[in-house]
């Protein structure tokens, strides 16, 4: 076992707080919020802290265990975020609340401070137990560790499944203290209890002990063996993709929920475009900390990180709406009950909630440039506005959208851009320009052209070509979509 002392600024460290990943044990212990503000009081004022721990699993990039620091570590993270407030005395002394609220001198100045910690390698898992013996009175036991000792069929099960090629060939995150029981386990759990199950030690233990008779030829097995199949058919070789145990987790559960259709075969590649996108955007999103555009990947990598109530069905759940979104074809495959499943109507009304909020942002902007707002508000822009996020049920309902987008984002705005439209703004009018009659007038080649491009923009958002052809449960999907492409845009928009 080599130990190298290292140091990392702490504005580093939270943009980089995926690749550090907290052990289930350390999860069940909570500070109180006393305890949470004291310690960014210390910091504040530039006290030393003790040391912190970390077991380096990978390189390039290096991603680590957090073996000592854990509860620390998730109160400088949760008032990076705003959601710890610093005691009325640390307030007033450091002039802000929130993280957010601090002068920028006192904010660099936590910015800048620096953790120090021991960089582990090379170590067996006793040599672990016997520096952490020494440490703090001995490592604890993990939950899978705990959970490999429970006398029953299941946990037989899950040890042999541990051996799939799945796991010996494509996954990379550490298999040590029984890493991947750990995901079987879990995984097992979910297949037995529901997508609602609690995740914790003594959750995962009362359902192993429930199933001492559990058989191997059960329906269960079958399906949990089915689940592994199809993700090592999904993944064409090894992958840093793969790199963390949560993350193999939820998509094992998010492949099972699709097998339920029996319409999964020959997705595998789709699926996995679809699996690179999310890493690759979660690691975006965590690296961009403040500035984080989309907080549903924010959400995720908070119950990974923290001690979160029903953190397998947050996971889920926002993995149904990222993969209905980036691919809306496979609405088609889940049906449309997967639409209440997801919780994409509440995604719809939030991303519409900060549209409004970013509306009002880009008219102080421009307005300190130019002298007016860029969206001019009229009566028909204003309730517009107001019902953007109202579920769309029916065609009909849509193509009224489509018309209050086309009075925010076309008619408001004039010629203030100058004709350089975001290209969700003239998707907008490309969606509405589909729904006017007179796109039927002309020669016939022309007018079929017109109505392959019109066509595939709609496809785009909802998987299919025409919207007299959806669902009415399946709009919701689209306007999700849109609203997710509009606010991006808006975010980037400049006009000089």
Do not use: C
């Not at 939270?14 to 500070?31: A, G, L």
């Not at 499943?341 to 509306?359: F, G, P, W």
């Not at 109505?451 to 025409?466: P, Q």
Request: charged share 30%.
């Amino acid at each position: 076992m080599e130990m190298r002392a290292e140091r990392i600024a702490l504005d580093k460290l939270y943009k980089r707080r995926d690749r550090y990943e907290i052990p289930d044990w350390q999860r069940q212990k909570v500070w109180s919020k006393e305890k949470k503000q004291r310690l960014i009081d210390s910091i504040l004022r530039s006290w030393k802290l003790p040391k912190f721990y970390f077991v380096k699993l990978s390189s390039d990039p290096a991603e680590y265990e957090v073996v000592d620091g854990q509860q620390r570590l998730t109160a400088i993270f949760e008032f990076f975020a705003n959601e710890l407030p610093l005691d009325s005395g640390s307030a007033k002394q450091f002039k802000g609340e929130y993280y957010d609220d601090l002068p920028e001198q006192i904010s660099d100045r936590f910015d800048d401070y620096e953790i120090e910690f021991d960089e582990i390698t090379d170590a067996t898992e006793e040599e672990l137990k016997q520096f952490f013996q020494r440490l703090q009175d001995g490592l604890p036991l993990t939950s899978s560790e705990k959970l490999n000792s429970v006398h029953s069929n299941l946990t037989n099960f899950a040890r042999k499944l541990v051996r799939h090629d799945f796991f010996l060939e494509k996954v990379t995150a550490s298999d040590k203290r029984y890493g991947y029981f750990d995901i079987v386990s879990k995984v097992a759990a979910i297949e037995i209890e529901g997508i609602d199950t609690g995740l914790r030690y003594d959750d995962l233990k009362t359902t192993f002990e429930s199933q001492a008779s559990f058989s191997p030829r059960s329906n269960v097995a079958q399906r949990l063996r089915s689940i592994f199949d199809y993700l090592n058919d999904v993944f064409p070789d090894s992958t840093p993709i793969l790199k963390s145990r949560t993350i193999v987790q939820s998509f094992a559960t998010l492949a099972a929920r699709l097998i339920q259709t029996g319409k999964h075969r020959g997705r595998e590649k789709q699926l996995f475009r679809f699996f690179e996108f999310f890493t690759d955007e979660l690691s975006k999103q965590v690296t961009l900390g403040q500035q984080a555009t989309d907080l549903e990947f924010i959400e995720f990598q908070k119950t990974v990180n923290a001690n979160v109530q029903r953190s397998a069905q947050i996971r889920n759940a926002i993995l149904l709406r990222k993969l209905l979104i980036f691919d809306p074809t496979f609405l088609e495959i889940f049906g449309v009950n997967i639409v209440a499943e997801s919780a994409i109507e509440k995604a719809a009304l939030d991303a519409a909630e900060r549209i409004r909020r970013l509306i009002q942002l880009k008219n102080e902007e421009y307005s300190r440039d130019a002298g007016e707002d860029l969206f001019k508000a009229t009566n028909k822009t204003a309730s517009a506005l107001a019902t953007l996020g109202e579920r769309v049920t029916s065609y009909q309902e849509y193509q009224d959208w489509i018309n209050k987008l086309y009075f925010i984002f076309r008619e408001s705005v004039g010629t203030r851009l100058d004709g350089k439209w975001p290209l969700s703004f003239t998707e907008i009018n490309t969606l509405r320009t589909a729904e006017q009659h007179d796109v039927d007038h002309g020669k016939h080649a022309k007018v079929a052209a017109k109505r392959r491009r019109l066509g595939a923009t709609f496809k785009r958002y909802s998987g299919v070509t025409t919207p007299a052809t959806v669902a009415p449960e399946a709009f919701v999907v689209v306007q999700s979509k849109l609203l997710g492409e509009i606010e991006r845009d808006l975010q980037s928009l400049k006009w000089k």
